[in-house]
Every structure is written in C-alpha cells, then in structure tokens.
C-alpha cells in the first residue's frame, strides 16, 4: 500500500512537471533583459553617465585611436592625397594606385569603407540626439549642449562627404525604414543642413571647452568650421564674422615652433581628438612614417609639391621627412608627411589629431578678406602664417596674387591635412588645370564614386559621371 | 541569346562512363547474387518463417525438414489455402498447429506421417465445451539477456486479438483455446509464435534478422524501419568502426543519403560541416558570408553545448576561422570517441523531427553511445597505429621551369634585367639559379602518425548494467614540428531497473579532454607557393633569416616562422545524462530526461618577436581565450500505449525546457618585454579584453498520438507549441504540427497474392510544418555596447550602437513534406527504400542587406522570400550471400537535392540580385562568363550579357547594366556511397566508395585571387599551358608581373569553376578473427587484426587539389592506414 501511495505522488509529479512546462511556457524562456555586455537604448538613455558614454562613442568612432585610416581620420588625408597631387604610393600600392591613377573602381572597398564609416558614425549622432532630446536623466542645459556638440560633428561629417561625393543622402533618422530609401540630396540641400546645424551649436555651446583639452566642441569650434562652410559657400562676410570670433575670442595663437603644432594640448588646436590607442598614436603618423630611415614609405611626397616649398621654408624641413632607400645600388631619398611624428607604439601619446587649427581660420579669414577686397587684412593674416615659416611677406595689392598666394600658402599649410588641397582644387575650379598632366587624371574623377553596393541596397541612389 | 554556360562544366563523359558502368557492374552482382538460395539445414526440429504462402508449399517444407510424409485427400486443400507462419526450433505438431491455426484442418500425426483432414464444424454442444475449457496463458517475454521486453505485442492467431506486455515483460490473455497459437512480436526482434498453455513462464525473443526489424533511435524513442513513419537512416558502430577517423562526423561520409559531409579542412582536429537536405536559409551573414545550415546534435538525449560551431576564438593552424560559434575552426566532436558510439540516427523528414520542434528544423543528429549488456562482465581492448600522409599532393614548377616562366613574364612587361633593381626579381638576379626545393614537400610531406587506444570494461545482472570505457587518442600533423591532436576520453553509464521494471534509471557520464598544439596561423601551407630557388628559410639553430643579400625575404620566410608561433586548444567536454522512468499504471509511463552538457575551451596564441619581421618593429604578444558552451535540458514525458482490438495506440506528452549558454573572454597581450613571459597576460605591455554572452532559453509543449491497425496501417499526428528567447515580446511563440501516415501494403491479402516475391512494401507520407529561431539573441532591442579594442575617450567608456532597429522578427516556417517506398524483395534480403521531399521556407529570417546610409549593413527581420529544396533519395541493402562461411552485403545510396529559390519579392532591386536568381539554387555563383585566353592579345576576354567580346567586362547583372550570369552551382548535382563487406570464415574485408557530383572553385581561381601568374611566387605546373605567342590556344593568359583587370576578372569567371565531382575509395578495411584455439592459448576469448585505411584513392577530373576542399592552400586530406589488433578477453 505504501507503494501506490508512493506512486500516486508520482504521477501528480508527472503531471505537475509537464503542466509547469506547457502553461508557464513565458517564464521559462525569460532571459536578461540585456547580455552582460550590452545594454537597451531606453536604459542608455535613462542614466547620464550612460548618456556620456553613447556621446563619447561619436568622438572615437572618428577613429583617432584606431591604428589603421577612418573616414574621420586618416583616410581623407590619405585617399584625396593619392587622387590630387600630395601623394604617391610607396609601399602600399596595393590599396594606393587606383586612388593614385584616378582610376577608382565603383566596388572599391576602401571608398565603402569610407562611406559606411561616415554613416555609422551619423547614425551614433543621430541616435543620441533623438535619446538626448527625448530623456529626463539629465538637466535641460546639458541636454542642449551635448546636442549642441553632436551636431558640429555631425556638420563636419557631412561636408567632408558633399565635398568627396557631391550630392549624399541626408540621413537624421535612425529608423531604417525610412533612411534606407532616401536618395542623394542637391550639394546646397546638405550644406543647409550644416550651416542650420553649426548655428544651432553656436548658439548652445560655451566658450569653455566641455572637458580636457580640445577634445569637445565649444563655440569656437562650431564658429570655425562655420568660417570653413562659408567660405566654401562663397559667403565671405559670414566667413569673416565666424573667424574673427574665433580669433579674437578663442584664446588660441600660433604655435611657433612647427615641430610642436601637433602636440597633444598645442594652442593652435581649436579641434583635437586624443589619439590614444595602444598600438600606434595618430594614423598620419603610423601610416606615413616608415619603419626605419632606409625603408620606402607608404605613401611618398610627389615631386610637385615637394617644388612648390619655397627656398626656406621652415615646413619645408620640419613637415618633411626622407628615408634613403637603395634602389638597385643607387641611394634615392623619398619624403613623406612628418606633421605627426611619432609613429612608436606603447607609449603614452604625446601627439593630438587635429581637425581645425587657427593657421587655417587665418588663411580663411585671408581669403575671405582678400574675396571682399579687403587686400591689407588678407596680406596681414597670410603673413602671420609666413612669418611662421620664414618665409617673406606677401606685400602685392593686386586682388589676384593675394588670392593665389594664400591659394599657394593653402597647399603648403594644409598639406597633407584633411583633404584640403583636394577641396581647394575643386572648389576654386582649378582641377582640371592643376592636374591635366597626371597619368589617369579625367575630369570625372573629382568626386569619388557612390560604392556600388550602395547601390544596389538603395537603388534610389545615382552614381557619379564617369563611374 | 544568352546560353546556359554552366552546363558545359558537368561531370566529362569519361568519369560519367566510369559511374555508369560501375553502376551496371554492381547492379549485375547484386541480382546473380539473389538468385542463389542458401542451402537448407534438416533435422526433426522445424524453423519456418512464411507469409501467406499456400498451405501445401508449408507441407512440403516441413515434410523436407522433417522426413514426415504427408497424407491428405487430394482435393481437400486447394491452392488458395494460404496461412502464415513463423516459428523455430519447434516440434512437427507445433509447426502444423501454426500453420493450421484458424484454417479449418486439423490434423493427425503417427509414425512418420502426418495425417490432414477436413474439421468438421462444431457442434453447439463442442462450442460449449471449448467455452469452459478456455484457458488463460499468461508468460514473461525477456529478450536475449533475459531483460524483460516490455510494450510487446502478443496476439491471438485465430482471432487477432491482442494484449501488451507490461514493464515486467508480463503478458496475461484470457479465454484463450487450448491449442491457440499465440503471436508475440517486438521491435528489433523476430515474431514468435507459441501455443498456448496455462503458465509459459518465460519466452525469450531472438534478435531480428530482417533489416527491416532491426532497431532505430527516434526522437524520444525507438522503433523499427518495418513500422516507422519518418525518413530515418541508422549508422551502426560497424559502420564507424573499421573507418580510422579521430572525429566521428568524418566518418559518415557517403552512409547516408541527403546527408552532405564537408570537411572543413584535413588538419587533425579540424571542424567537418554537417548538412541534411540542403540550405534551407537565405540567411547571410555580415561578412557576407552564409550561414550553414546545420542539423540539431544530440548525444544520448542531451543537445551538444556548442553544437557543431567553433570551439577555438582564436587563429590557428587547426582552426582556418577563428570566430566562436563560426564554421571551419576546431570541431566540438573532437571530444567524442567513435569506438564509444553504438549508433547515429539521422533523421530527415518531419515526421521525424518534429518532435523536436524547431530545433530539429534542419534535421536531427542522434548520436547513442554504447551501453553495458547484462551477463558476463567483458573487456575490450582495441589499439592501432596510423600512418597519414596528405593526398592530392600536386606538382609545381621547378626550379627551370620557374625561371623561364618568370623571364617571360618580365619580357611581355618589358621589364629589362639589365636596369631593373635586384631586390624587385630577387628570383633572377640575387636566388641561386640551381637551387631547387620542393616546398610541397617541405611543408607537408612528412608521413605522421596516429595512435589509438581503448579498452572497455562492461558488463551487469539483469537490473543493474554498465560500461566504462577509455581512450586515448593522439593525430600528429604532417608538418614541420611538433603539433598533434590528442584526446583523452571516460565514457560510462549505468542502467538499473527495479525487479517490477517499473522504475528504471540510466545515468551516462561522458568526459574527454581535448589538447590541439599546432601553429599560430592557418595559412601555413600558403608556403607551399614559395619560389623554387628561394633561400633557405631557417638556420641551423632553426631561426627564420629575413633577409638575403639585401632583400627581405619575409614574404616567404614568414610561413615557415609562423610554425614557431605556439598555440594551443584545451577543450573539456562533458556529457551527462539521467533518464529516469517510472510505470505510473500498465499502460501509463512517466519519464523524466534530464542533460547537461558542457565545453571548455581554454587557448593561448604566442606571436614571438623573433617570429617577426625585424623590419617592422615588432613587438611579441600574446592572445588567450576561454570559452564556456553549456546546455541543460528538461524533458518531462508522459506516455501511454494500449492495444484497441487489433490496433495499437499510443500518445506521448511531453515538455522541453532547455537552456544555452556560451560566453567567452578573450585577452589580448601587446608590447611584451620579453618573450620568455608569453605564457602570462600579466606580463604584457598592453591589454585588450573582448568578451560575449549569448543566452537562449527554449520550451516546447508537445503531444503525439500514433494508431497502428492490424500492422497495416499507421497514423501519426503530433502538434507543438514552441517559445524561444530570441525573439521579442508578442514574437515569441509559434505554433506547429505534423501528420503522417503509413501503408504497410505487402499485408494486404490481394498484393501478397499477386506478388510473392515482394517480401515487405511500405508507403509512407507526412506533411507538416515547423519554424527556426536560428539567430543571435537581442536582436529585438536597440543595443549599445563597449568596444574591445578602442581606448577611453578621456575616462569616459564610449558604448557604441550595435544594429538597427526591428522588434517585429519571428519564426520562419518551414513546410515540409516527405513521401516514401519501402520495399523487401525475397525474404527482405534485398532492401530498397525510396524518398521524395518537398521543403519550403518562407518568412526567411534574414540579416536583410541593407544601405550602408541606415548607419549598418544589415537588419534582421523576416523576409518573404522562399526558398525549396527537394529531392530524392535512394538506399538499398542487399544481403548477397549468406551461408555459413562466406557472406557479402552490399549498401548502396545515392541522393539528388535541388534547391530552389522559389520567390524573392523585389530582388532585382535588391542587393541579393547580385547573388540570387530566382528559379535558381541559392548556391549559384554569379560572376562573368569567360570567353577564353584571346590568341592575338594573350589576354583573358569574356562575353557580355549582349554576347560580344570584352577583356573589359561591366560589374553587375544584366538589368543593372552589368555582365553577370550565373556562372556556377555549388550544390552537388547527387552524393551518394557504395558500400560492399565480405566476409570468409575469419576473415572480413570490407571498403566504401563515395562519390560526389558538383562544381567546384578550381585553382585556377586560387591562383586569380589577388595576384597572377607571373609574379614572385610558385604555381602548379598546369600553368605551363600558358599563352606567349600570338595564335597560341591556351587556358593560362600572357604571363605578367602587373596587376591587370582582366586577371582580376578571371577569379569571378565561368573559368574559376570546374567539374568537382569525384569518387573516393573512403574506407577499405580487412579483418582477421584469431582461431579460437590460438586465443585459448594467449588467455583472450577473442582477438581480431585488422588494417584499416580512409580516403585511399580518389577519382576525379578535378585538376589541380582536392575536389572536397575550398581552395589551393586548404590543408590537404589525409590518407591514413592504421593497423590495429582488438581483444575481448
């Protein structure tokens, strides 16, 4: 009797096990509400220190501490170098000669790359704006000067874009059924997006830097690169109000000693990102830089531009570099780009990535002057930068040789910086000119191509002529 | 026009002729072999075994076997009394009251004759006197080891009545004549027919002789091949046995039909990939590459943690992909012994596999080890010693040949030596020009050894059974150093049983250690490709030279550096399971399973400075990993079996609740001082951390009902309920179900009439449908998280946003149907079993492409394409001969899928236009279709999708205004084995083709990616066939040093893919049984020689490498004989 009794327990057992597994059915396959590794965007956006680490996300995906070239740094710098007249592959020709010879394939993977790092990066933006704009976790003040901040960035990444590109989708959503079919917006349509952008920032941000150093945007930052946009659009008033802020305001001034204009905290930084990855500092420096005195640079100097440094020119020899390198017995010297020398891993970094330093705003505010016929003003900026370098002042009064020397000084300045020189070509329509004499060069090849993957996931996408 | 150009690669006639033919040869010795009939024993005792035969054939048989003459009246019996009977070693008048039960005759037996009259009917008053004298048999029916058989059927002849045993193996059936034949029958054994008397005490069965009623593990289950439902193939320990392979997945290469083996590569330890029935998802990874569809693992009812994935997160030689939970790195079936497995069910059809729900989606894998028998307590011992050496080795250039084909390169470029710098053609102008090294030969063509051990101790009383078993295992590499694969395995389990039988408990324990020690890189044998007369890589003390005479050699000298780069791979698995049973009422079963299952790998990777180039400023470091794969399972079961007349229906409820994890750490160490300190995370200059969580929870609630009437007919339907952790909120269950029928036809009187010769004939269908959650968790959610690499930005932890979002995704559904023909031809000697099925996937859930501007790649959600495999399978077995000295079976299979996309809604839109067609395989390869090497230019030229020439061909599909066409399809055309065993008195041989009809990549398209033939780097001699004068006709373009575009083309041509197809002698195997007298002498009862080898030869018109493998510089499959002695003492 015990037994049945025994058994009878048993099978209510039974019959309790398989009822706990059929009618509890949700409670049994409940997980975490997030992997120990990850977190929900509702819980991001519900806690400030989580809030600064979305935004502080923006700031690295530029890619100052990675150790290979990103939209946001490194690859501008690089790609524009080989498509216009600073560059010529060395070592890496592998990546480097279709970029070299103007000969970009629409698959090219490195231009995709480039692309799909600019719009990861938007989307970070975009996502904490929307997060920002919607949360109670922090105070109203804040709230507007990190949306304030997100969209400096979000300005400086679009026109780079429009000016790689031409025409780009204009992407401010984060829900992909509606950005996935948005087709490539007119030039001027982004540019308004950055200008409304870049004045929305101005208007929120402070004078003070958010953090250490020049990592954050403040008001000069914003009003710098509002003097850039300007100046590219061709309003010069605007272009001199934005840059006399900043000069006057901004509390930055000329490093003299050109060895030190890239240092980490250089007052000549309106924009720095640390580059502080373990592996190498910043990507020029990694990149350019070869492993010993007698090894071929990546990327080397082309001859033109090497001739284009006047006879004493301070950048000349501190912004250059050579290895000697033997080449079938015979000892030749290539140079490469040394504005970022350091290339050593392991230590602490001492060099910042710069995206706007007050040499420029001056050059933008010369030129600017000198568009407005404001000759004495052009003359006295440009020479400041001159001056730096050794070299004579500007004295003509002639509106066309002051533009073409701040044109000139432009090249030399900003070589090898962020594309300038490639944007210059082609905003001043001297493209074709310039580089009629390069093997490969067609006109076409101004603008980069729309990946042709882009295409076929959006097929409301156009490409370039010529691709 | 465009034509169809891929018809073109298909398999060349003569390797057709030589399939067909080999067809033919064995069709012709399988039906003389059938023709013979195994001579016939006599004696006073009778075994006969018919089906509706007519009762004078029985009269004769047993008059042959008895020496009783037979007496009846001419007319009395005529030809259409037929009866049925089955007995052994039975007495004359056993055998007549069998074959006489329920026919009106009875008969009479005296002296030596047998005496048959007609019954008169009964008189009412002899009705009644039957009435009373009825009596009740009741017996114990107990199998071989005198285990009491439950759930046997037992049945009265006369009137088909029937009971069911019960746990004891108990049977009582009343009312019951006294000279009733009853019929016992149980799966896996033969029927048996006894006459019925009060208490029988104990019937022992005998083990089935027919295939048909042998044993197969189900889902949940087992059941035999006679009354099942599903499309189910069974790969027995003999199968595995003579084949010497480490992992056991290698092993069922070409056993079963629809089943497709690939391995990832020949490396010892490598991970070998598992598809049943085809790609059923569309579903693409980021990287671009697919998903491989694989079926769900299942050891002794526990899920396989890590199921078929990567065990290893890190490179090594072993494992080509270091992604966790990614295909082609270290296998997790390293753990397991084949000498421990008693049998692998596949099961393919959803009849099959919808017990298992969604998890068995693409097919089950059920792997059951082997257990203790009762009865004597046994040891065996089993060792071999293996030889491997690495097949398909192919020539390349030497050292002349090279040089002129380098010299012509430079002279099509216009490259004058005279000018050009020394360390650009170190080849020409620093190599010494006579040296010549084979680096094939060099890198891999050490013959490396394999041994093997393993002993078992089993043995039990007839409640309590075990086993325990180890062995050792250890697969050397046959490349420079020393790198081995070695495992060490426990297996054991214990069965126990009440004296009722009404509580039963098996507890299995399964524990192996796994140590991979290879090389840090996986593209070691990328060194094969090295210049003929390259300079020696290594000094004396074994250090890499990195530079000659000026020229940096580590282009090359970095393979053979690599191979100082340690690794090593620990993995822990363990296996335990507890099946607890209890008989709640006769008819009523609870059973409660219970698994864990669990994997621990633990890995270091050691990059040495001195490994490096100086060059580059190296600095060592070191990367360590641990991952942790766990599953627990909880199936709680009730069921009930109870025969209705002469029907049988049983219903089983039940539940699963399983849970996953797996997670892993891996440290990265930079920038170490010293290299001395690899070994220590804490020594490194820098650290980075990755780590990964992946939970999963599953449960399911399912019922099954089965009727079987008169084993005749048979109806299944089951339906389920099924949750899954990986979808969001609302998204998280789905409902699915199955029906399936049988017809047994062969027991339909009028077939059994008409067709004699067909012993067994089935036809079976099933339909139903079920869904697949397979994707990563979370998914649902917008998600941020911290990077592993990237610094703080100033302090602050930046947390990136992982994916779009979409919380809508859910199960794709998957319906399936599957019909079949079994049939059994003279006495089920000869088997044939036909499959067709139909499997459709819609709602694909898919990593949808798309624009890189929605800030990702790709978004999860389902999709409404569909894609279909479909297919036949063929399988038969044939027993040959069968007399008592010599034997010969025969296996044959052979399987055709087609997959199929069915619909695409908006794909010539899509970003899948460049990979998909619909009406097309999602295997097809599109690219450009190559015209040829142009005799005036020497260049490669290809057609446009308007069919003029071009060197200069457009990207894209023809819509897009490109040239792509379907230029390939990966999937085989068929796979298929042929296997033949041969036994003579002690001695067994045995071997097994397998074969295989594809497209494969060919290595000209290894030699087309990224670089050319041309350059400072070695090629096979087929590249010889190369253009240099105009009007030359040659498959090779003009040979150059430069990149050019239409080389760069080539590799996604028409002219990178070949025939694949391919037959391979994988296993041959003979045996010797030691003489019994001889064992006596040495103490052992009995000892068996074998050698045993894989992958002996191979057929093909593959070119250049190995038609199984991806790519030139996969590590080649090894051809291993082992020789090996077994003892059972």
Known sequence: ?467 | MYQNYTKKLGVTQPLCQKIWLFMRLTAVLLLFSLMQVSAASFGQLISIKQKNVPLKTIFKEIRKQSGYDFVFARDAISDEVKTNISVQNVTVEVALKSALAGLPYRFEVSENRVTIKKAEKPSFFENVVHRFQAINVSAKVVDEHDQPIAGATVKIKRTNYGVITDGRGWFTLNGVDEDDIIIISNIGYDTKEIIAKGNYGLVKMSLANSKLDELQVIGYGTQSRRLGLGAVNTITSKDIENQPVTNVLAALEGLAPGLNITPSSGAPGAAIKVQIRGQNSLNQLSTGAKPYDQPLFIVDGVPVAAQNFNVNALNSLGGSDGTIGDLGGSSPFNGLNPADIESISILKDISATAIYGTQGANGVILITTKKGKSGKTKVQANVNTAFNTATRMYELLNTDQYLTYRREALKNDNINLATASPTTYPDLLLFDQNKNTDWFDYYLGKTSYTTNAHVSLSGGSERTTFLISTGYNKDKYNIPGDFANSRLTLHSNLNYATADNRFTVAFGFDYSYNKNNSASSSGITGGILTPPNFPDLLTDSETPIWSYNGYNTSQFVQYAANLKQPYVLKTHNMNNSLALGFRIIDNLKFNLNLGYSRILSDETRQIPKSTLNPNSNPTSSANFSNNVFETINIEPQLNYQRSFGRGIFNALLGGTYKKNNSSSVILNGTNYGDEALLGSIASAGAITVADSFNPYKYSGAFARFGYTYDDKYIFQVSGRRDGSSNFGPGRQFGNFGSASVGWIFSEEKLFKNALPFISFGKLTGSYGTVGTDATAPYRYQQLFKASTFIPNFQGIKPLYVQNLLNPDYGWDTKKSMNVAIDLGFFKDRFLLNVNHYRDRIGDQLVNFTVPSQTGFSSVLRNFGATVQNKGWEFSLTSKNIASSDFSWNTTFNISANRNKLISFPGLEQSSYAMLYSVGESVNIVKGYVLKGVNPQTGLFEFYKSNGATTSNPTYGIPSQGGDFQTIANLDPKFIGGLGNSFSYKRFNLSFMFQFQRKQQANYLRSIYSGTQPGGLINQPVNVLDRWTNVGDISTIAKLSTNFSLPAYYFGTSSGAYSDGSYIRLRTASISYLLPKVLCKKIGVSDAKLYMNGQNLFLLTNYEVGDPELTSLSSFPIQRTVAFGLTINL
């Open chain 1, 1 to 467: 009797m015990k037994f049945i009794h025994l058994y009878k327990k048993l099978f209510v057992l039974a019959v309790i096990s398989i009822a706990i597994t059929t009618v509890s059915c949700k409670k049994l396959i409940e997980i975490p509400s997030n992997p120990s590794n990850q977190l929900s965007t509702a819980r991001i956006y519900s806690d400030s220190t989580n809030i600064m680490s979305a935004v502080a996300a923006v700031y690295s995906n530029y890619g100052a501490a990675i150790s290979g070239p990103q939209f946001g740094s490194g690859s501008i710098t690089i790609y524009t170098g080989l498509t216009g007249d600073e560059l010529i592959p060395g070592a890496s020709t592998f990546v480097g000669n279709s970029f070299y010879t103007n000969q970009i394939l629409p698959d090219n993977s490195t231009v995709r790359s480039m692309w799909s790092q600019a719009y990861a990066n938007i989307f970070q933006m975009n996502i904490c704006i929307e997060g920002i704009t919607n949360t109670t976790a922090i105070s109203a003040g804040l709230k507007s000067r990190l949306i304030a901040e997100l969209k400096v960035s979000r300005a400086f990444y679009y026109f780079n874009m429009i000016n790689i590109w031409g025409e780009v989708p204009i992407i401010t959503s984060t829900d992909y059924n509606v950005t996935q079919v948005l087709p490539r917006s007119p030039v001027a349509e982004v540019y308004k997006l950055i200008v409304s952008d870049l004045i929305d920032a101005q208007q929120n941000l402070r004078p003070a830097y958010p953090s250490i150093g020049h990592a954050r945007p403040n008001i000069y930052t914003a009003q710098a690169l509002l003097s850039k946009v300007y100046l590219y659009l061709g309003e010069y008033q605007n272009a001199i109000t934005a840059a006399n802020s900043v000069i006057t305001n901004g509390g930055f001034s000329l490093v003299q000693n050109l060895n030190n204009v890239f240092l980490d905290g250089s007052a000549e930084a309106i924009w720095q990102l640390p580059a502080n990855s373990t592996s190498s500092q910043t990507i020029e420096g990694a990149t350019f830089i070869p492993f010993s005195a007698t090894s071929l640079p990546n990327y080397v100097i082309t001859p033109k531009l090497l001739a284009a440094f006047e006879t004493g020119d301070l950048r000349k020899t501190i912004w250059l570099n050579s290895s000697t390198v033997n080449v079938g017995g015979v000892l030749t010297p290539y140079y490469y780009p040394y504005k970022y020398q350091k290339t050593v891993a392991g230590q602490a970094p001492i060099e910042g990535y710069s995206l706007l330093r007050l040499a420029e705003v001056y050059l933008i505010r010369a030129e600017a002057m000198a568009q407005s016929d404001k000759l004495a003003e052009a003359r006295a900026d440009l020479n400041k930068i001159r001056l730096r370098a050794n070299l004579g002042e500007v004295s003509s009064s002639v509106k066309e040789v002051v533009l073409n020397a701040i044109s000139h000084e432009r090249q030399i300045e900003m070589f090898c910086e962020l594309g300038n020189r490639w944007f210059d070509l082609k905003r001043s329509n001297t493209i074709n000119a310039v580089l009629s004499g390069k093997t490969g060069w067609i006109p076409s090849a101004a603008l980069f191509p729309i990946p042709v993957a882009e295409r076929q996931a959006n097929p409301a996408l156009t490409q370039n002529p010529g691709y």
